[in-house]
């Protein structure tokens, strides 16, 4: 019963069946029992909220980050007992922190519903009440009658009704949704073709039974049952039938098909992925120092709470005569009041954990991934595409890579193919000026004469030009100059207005090249395919195609010739195809299609087979038996294909050419030297990847390339990989290049990891062929969980690389021409892969030292904040007295110290780009997070303690040593009434700190913009500026005002700017020295590429380099001088600062030492400046 009222109200909706019945154009059955099925609607949702759960779910997200929470609680206490502090000064930061995080990404979010309405709202034509109707898509229902027209996208999952074609065909690419930019030609039932018109289809009656909704883009069951004179005809659906929404109609002028899925249960819909979050190392170290940050708040809580009933163990103490305790007091529980000390210096502490952190490294990497889009070095000019960054989370960790596991085809290469040589006959032919020579011959008949080709030579043309999927299109583009379709751009051939469409770019390529050499392929229309043979038109009828799957890799045609007779033409991997070869040149080709994989072309076989009249029958009854079988279709069909594909005749085979792309040499030695490791993964056969690697750089001819292919067995392989380990031990001094197989590593990966990883970690490059879409996932994950756990980068361009992008730490897409599913699953996208080196090598430099630093400097400034608050509870008996007001406590992280780190965050430059990019050796000084390591947290959490002990000491000693408090809190010094009491002395320290932590920055910075003077000094500034106006005015909405005239007596003060001046000195100056010292006696590479020591310019001096601004301003030049002099290192009379802007460098591709560094320090040109 419960069950049944869930039902009906929808909370439990009852169970689907394992079928769904599409009754086309809802004529719904008006005899008989009918239970209308519930299907979703169209509309496609990508967005996150909604404007009812945007707030409690943006809150319940916020809330889940220990800092936002911990804040949270904190403000709870405050408000429920007691405590020294008002409850605005955790509440105000958390509520900034909370609003700005919202704001970003209900922004965010805004942008997908805004995307989504665009998808959604977006008009289309259905056929209702005997018209063609328009309305909006997401008004689609399952079981409309839909009009697409020409290079429109489906709005829906529709099975194919009717074209304007006679037979019923359309050609659809489905790049978008699986990155083939092949035209696939898709098919309907004879019953539904002759339905052309709308009255036509008003008065179809039939139905469609079907699979629920599933994945799976490849693989749909169903039939459709039509009505004709009352009589049922039953017709199978298979994947030939079904339009998928997100793909685009070609080269046909308009189709009708009934929506059987729709909105979230189409298969693109149903194939978003959601992202795995991926988690920069920068992250998880700030989580880390947080955790710290946590432990030594509880240490000074509790110390303090036990310090106080310590104190107050005496008399006297423990209830002054000033402070007499309640009644309620005396009776109270000590350990309720031992848990409400503690909760109060809790809240006194807190602030040493940085709220304001978790916002601003959200701002620095949301504006700071802008710079990667702006950059014009990243912009591809021939293909009008810039850099796009999909998510900005991982910014840092681009400087973080270890390894890179890349594609080939796409991303190494243009796939963009050239037919080069071919094999016919055991004779090797190569194209010279558009007619095939065959080798060692030249080209020396004249223009214009007819080649003379043997029967066998025209035989293998004809092949190539009519096994294969290529569509033509006669249309001339209607679209602009300049624009057009991106799909024709990429694989369309115009010539006498004839443009091809080929299934990949090797077939393309091929036709190209038969059409050149005078056998073209000239039409095909229904089952008819003509070419003309020099000049001469033959037309074929084409009765079946067996389509190329992943698991045959090869795909065939069968035809009827001119004369009558029926031919299978076949073509594929050598691998699959020669082993059912029984007559022709097989040796020989064999050695051919070894020499073309040396040469790094991809290779193809032809092969023929030629039926008799009865060998034709059974052929054609069992393709169609196979084709027309309701239960497990596949299999019969791959049976079926096996039968027909057998003693085959060779004719020879293909060698096309893909072009690698420019500067990829450079790029894979860029990172080399940047001490990352690249491993190509690629499906390609080992001979022709070891060629592409060796051509692109990946493998050296020097390197010893060892070899792990065609392993059967787990011992076998095993074995090979100690013989590879016993050598590469031998032979350590040699660089070693491993190469393996899908198959073997399939076999390394099952029971010997650790011996595959050992042999791969000392190898220089690894290349790894024959490898599945998923074998690569499995390889980056091997690494990326591995002990060491380094940092992955993985970059492909086509659907195929998907697996792995979302895998590696860091995915980063190509923009090629394998449609945009790569670019959509990446994090970020590039047009090429020359791209990838100032990616990493400057984008991830900057981003990992900006972001590095910006974490240390926030913990640093909060321990410098809160730690006098500890130590002043020492002088006043742990009564948890605040030290700061109130107002001050709040706007510390928010308005006097944020804007400085947030700037020096989006501009700091250590090194010009020009510098990072021709030294890649720099990327290895920040490797493996080493300005996050321990001893660098370390290192600035003491320099925090040690500056909060200085500006707290260093106040009570300086103001207090020459002054008499009197009895009501003033002082008498030289005649002159001074307030100094506890707000003045709080004012003191607040005012030191402020200016030494803004200053310290400032010390930091290496690149000078007008945005960083404009907010250091400008922070400063503001801060006297509030503090005179805060404390200098009555404010009728404050309840009480402490600060009232405290900070203006302060500053009439001589002794407190003395004070300010000094104890700032203090701080800064060791600073300085250290920089110094360090820099002179162990610099890193980074700090050598700072100075400059072209032959005709002296050193830029180590101290003139900290100072140096961008216009050529010297801001501590004096300082400068008078510490180089006494470290013996300048001479005042003739030091000065030179650099330019850009100057020429030259650079050795293989060094490694930095000693001879010729780069710059600024990116501006900065003026002579006297030391």
């Known amino acids: ?232 005809i039953v017709r199978p659906l298979g994947p030939e039938n079904l339009l998928l929404r997100g793909a685009r109609l070609k080269n046909t002028k308009e189709i009708f098909g009934v929506a059987v899925y729709t909105g979230m249960e189409s ?65 109270s529980s000590p350990i309720l009041k031992f848990i409400s000390d503690f909760l109060a210096f809790l809240v006194l502490y807190n602030f040493i954990i940085p709220i304001s952190l978790y916002v601003t490294v959200e701002m620095q990497k949301f504006l700071g991934s802008f710079f990667i889009g702006w950059d014009l070095d990243l912009y591809h000019e021939e293909s009008d595409q810039k850099a796009q960054v999909n998510t900005s989370d991982l910014n840092e960790e681009l400087g973080q890579v270890e390894y890179v596991f890349t594609d080939k085809t796409g991303t190494l290469t243009e796939n963009e193919m050239h037919f080069r040589e071919c094999s016919i006959n055991g004779t090797k032919y190569r194209e010279v000026n558009g007619k095939l020579v065959p080798e060692g011959m030249t080209d020396d008949s004249p223009d214009g004469s007819t080649p003379h080709l043997l029967g066998e030579e025209l035989l293998f043309l004809k092949a190539v030009s009519l096994c294969h999927t290529v569509q033509i299109s006669y249309d001339q583009p209607d679209c602009p100059v300049g624009g057009g379709d991106p799909f024709s751009h990429a694989n369309g051939f115009s010539s006498n207005h004839m443009e091809y469409y080929a299934s990949s770019p090797d077939e393309k390529a091929l036709v190209e090249a038969t059409k050149r050499i005078g056998v073209a392929f000239t039409r095909s229309s229904g089952d008819t395919m003509e070419i003309k043979t020099f000049g001469k038109s033959e037309k074929y009828k084409l009765l079946h195609v067996l389509e190329f799957d992943s698991d045959r890799r090869r795909m065939s045609v069968i035809l009827q010739t001119p004369s009558g007779g029926q031919v299978l033409f076949t073509k594929g991997a050598e691998s699959a195809i020669l082993p059912f070869t029984t007559s022709g040149e097989i040796e020989k080709t064999r050695l051919h299609v070894d020499e073309f994989a040396l040469k790094g072309l991809r290779t193809l076989v032809v092969a023929c087979r030629h039926f008799s ?208 599913q790569a670019v959509r699953n990446s994090d970020y996208a590039i047009a090429r892969f020359k791209f990838l080196a100032k990616l990493l090598l400057v984008h991830g430099h900057f981003y990992y030292i900006r972001i590095a630093t910006l974490v240390q400097y926030f913990f640093y400034k909060n321990v410098c904040f809160i730690t006098p608050q ?152 503001f801060y006297f500026i509030f503090s005179l106006f805060y404390g200098g005015i009555i404010w009728p909405f404050l309840h009480t005002q402490d600060m009232y005239f405290v900070f203006v007596h302060l500053l009439s003060s001589g002794s407190a700017w003395f004070a300010i001046i000094i104890i700032v000195i203090t701080c800064l100056f060791p600073d300085v020295v250290k920089k110094i010292f360090y820099r002179h006696l162990q610099p890193t590479g980074t700090q050598k590429s700072q100075s400059l020591s072209a032959p005709q310019a002296q050193a830029l001096s180590c101290v003139e380099s900290l100072c140096c601004y961008q216009h050529g301003q010297s801001g501590c030049s004096r300082l400068a001088s008078l510490l180089e002099q006494m470290t013996g290192q300048c001479q005042a009379s003739t030091n000065h600062c030179h650099a330019s802007s850009r100057s020429n460098r030259s650079w050795s591709d293989t060094e490694n030492s930095y000693s001879n560094d010729r780069s710059i320090l600024t990116l501006s040109p900065i003026e002579a400046t006297h030391c």
């Open 1 to 232: 019963m419960l069950r049944w009222i869930r039902q009906q109200l929808g909370f439990d909706p009852p169970h689907q069946s394992d079928t769904r019945t599409v009754y086309v154009a809802n004529r719904f059955p008006e005899h008989g029992h009918y239970i209308p099925q519930r299907f979703a609607d169209n509309r496609i949702i990508s967005s996150k909220y909604t404007i009812w759960n945007f707030v409690p779910k943006n809150l319940f997200e916020q809330f889940r980050r220990i800092a936002n929470f911990y804040f949270l609680v904190i403000f709870l206490v405050q408000l429920m007992i007691d405590t020294p502090t008002s409850p605005v000064t955790s509440g105000l930061p958390l509520f900034f922190v909370i609003t700005v995080t919202a704001i970003k990404q209900g922004y965010e979010d805004w942008l997908r519903h805004k995307a989504d309405n665009e998808v959604n709202g977006a008009p289309v034509f259905v056929v209702r009440s005997g018209s063609l109707v328009q309305t909006r898509s997401k008004n689609i229902r399952v079981g409309d009658i839909v009009r697409v027209a020409k290079d429109e996208t489906f709005p829906a999952d529709l099975a194919l009704l009717s074209s304007d074609r006679g037979d019923g065909t359309c050609h659809i690419t489905t790049a978008s949704l699986d990155g083939e930019t092949n035209l696939k030609t898709h098919y309907s039932v004879a019953e539904t073709t002759v339905c052309q018109s709308v009255s036509q289809l008003e008065s179809l009656q039939a139905v469609v039974e079907c699979q629920q909704p599933e994945a799976d883009l490849y693989r749909f069951v169903g039939r459709i049952t039509v009505t004709q004179h009352g009589e049922e």
């Open 267 to 331: 298969k693109m819909a149903l194939n978003y992925k959601c992202k795995s979050q991926k988690r920069s190392a920068v992250e998880k170290s700030m989580n880390t120092f947080l955790i710290i940050y946590l432990g030594i708040l509880l240490f000074e809580a509790i110390l303090s709470t036990i310090l106080k009933y310590a104190w107050q163990a005496e008399d006297k103490w423990d209830e002054p005569f000033y402070n007499q305790k309640t009644e309620q007091e005396r009776n």
């Open 613 to 820: 009249p009865e060998e034709y029958i059974d052929v054609d009854r069992h393709l169609n038996a196979a084709r027309t079988a309701l239960q497990q279709r596949e299999e019969r069909l791959q049976e079926a294909f096996s039968y027909i594909e057998r003693d085959l005749h060779l004719l020879g085979a293909t060698g096309v050419e893909d072009k690698l792309q420019d500067k990829v040499q450079e790029t894979i030695e860029a990172l080399r030297l940047a001490g990352i490791k690249v491993w190509v993964l690629t499906g390609d056969k080992h001979e022709t990847a070891v060629s592409v690697s060796l051509s692109c750089g990946h493998f050296h001819r020097t390197m010893n390339i060892l070899e792990l292919l065609q392993q059967r067995s787990d011992n076998e392989c095993a074995e090979q990989l100690r013989r590879l380990a016993r050598r590469i031990k031998e032979d350590h001094v040699i660089q070693h290049g491993l190469v393996v197989d899908g198959a073997s590593l399939s076999l390394a990966l099952r029971e010997h990891e650790k011996l595959f990883m050992e042999v791969c970690k000392n190898c220089s490059a690894v290349l790894c062929c024959r490898m599945a879409p998923l074998q690569k996932a499995k390889v980056v994950r091997l690494f990326k969980t591995s002990p060491e756990k380094p940092i992955t980068l993985a970059i492909g361009d086509g659907a195929n690389d998907v697996s792995m992008i979302q895998e590696a730490h860091v995915g980063i897409g190509i923009m090629g021409k394998e449609g945009r």
């Open 870 to 1021: 500890f130590l002043y509870q020492f002088f006043c008996l742990f009564s948890q007295q605040t030290l700061y007001d109130s107002v001050y406590l709040t706007l510390y992280n928010i308005c006097f110290t944020s804007l400085p780190i947030l700037v020096y965050s989006l501009f700091e430059q250590l090194v010009h780009p020009h510098v990072l990019q021709n030294k890649p050796g720099l990327y290895r000084d920040i490797s493996k997070n080493s300005l996050l390591s321990f001893r660098t947290f370390l290192y600035w959490t003491l320099l925090g303690f040690c500056h909060a002990f200085i500006f707290f000491f260093g106040s009570y000693i300086l103001m207090g040593e020459d002054t008499t408090l009197m009895g009501n809190g003033q002082i008498l010094r030289a005649n002159r009434q001074l307030m100094f009491g506890n707000w003045t002395f709080g004012t003191l320290v607040f005012t030191v700190m402020v200016i030494t932590v803004t200053l310290k920055l400032a010390l930091e910075t290496h690149f000078w913009t007008w945005m960083n003077h404009f907010v250091t000094w400008g922070s400063i500034a």
